[in-house]
């Protein structure tokens, strides 16, 4: 049995689940998320959401686990939301931003400018002395990831200096380089 699959989803206050033909939609005051699904049974009661599914096939454990993952991001996020923090570590390296589009000087020719979906937000702080900090705040898990992931894809940290942009907390695997 999967373990992530059995476990119960509580509702926290605020946050309403309607399941309509194969599409669960939740709405918390940060906004609203839908998901389909398929090969699993939802059921809800008195504020907690239990998975089951109707077989042991290899399909169905597999997608026990990742529904039961997804609903539960879902929830989390319309409620609390998710945060991911990128930071830019290199000589020169600056990030702004006006609105929703993101300057970033990261040592190329010219600036990247880069439009962020509306349904993120975007926020640069820059104290000094300290490296730039792109935060991305959303209520959908998946789209904060993808656009950190772009992100951090335009200079990923190399490992010598360590120079690029990487995650808050990261470790960055250093190499040696040439000895005289």
Do not use: C, W
């Amino acid at each position: 049995m999967s373990r992530i699959g059995k476990s119960p989803i509580t509702v926290p206050e605020g946050v309403t689940v309607e399941i309509k033909d194969n599409v669960i939609t939740a709405k918390g005051k940060l906004g609203e998320l839908t998901q389909t699904y398929s090969d699993v049974e939802i059921t809800i009661e008195d504020g907690t959401i239990t998975l089951s599914r109707p077989s042991e096939k290899k399909d169905h454990r597999a997608k026990h686990g990742l529904y039961r993952a997804l609903i539960a991001n879902m929830i989390e996020g319309v409620s609390n939301g998710f945060t991911k923090e990128l930071e830019l570590v290199g000589v020169g390296y600056r990030a702004s931003n006006q609105g929703q589009k993101l300057d970033l000087a990261i040592g190329f020719s010219h600036n990247i400018v880069m439009d962020i979906a509306p349904e993120v937000k975007v926020e640069t702080i820059s104290e000094k002395g300290k490296n730039p900090i792109v935060k991305l705040t959303s209520h959908d898990k998946q789209l904060v990831g993808q656009v950190a992931a772009k992100i951090r894809g335009f200079r990923k940290p190399e490992p010598y200096k360590g120079k690029g942009i990487k995650f808050v907390g990261e470790e960055i695997r250093r190499k040696a380089g040439k000895s005289a």
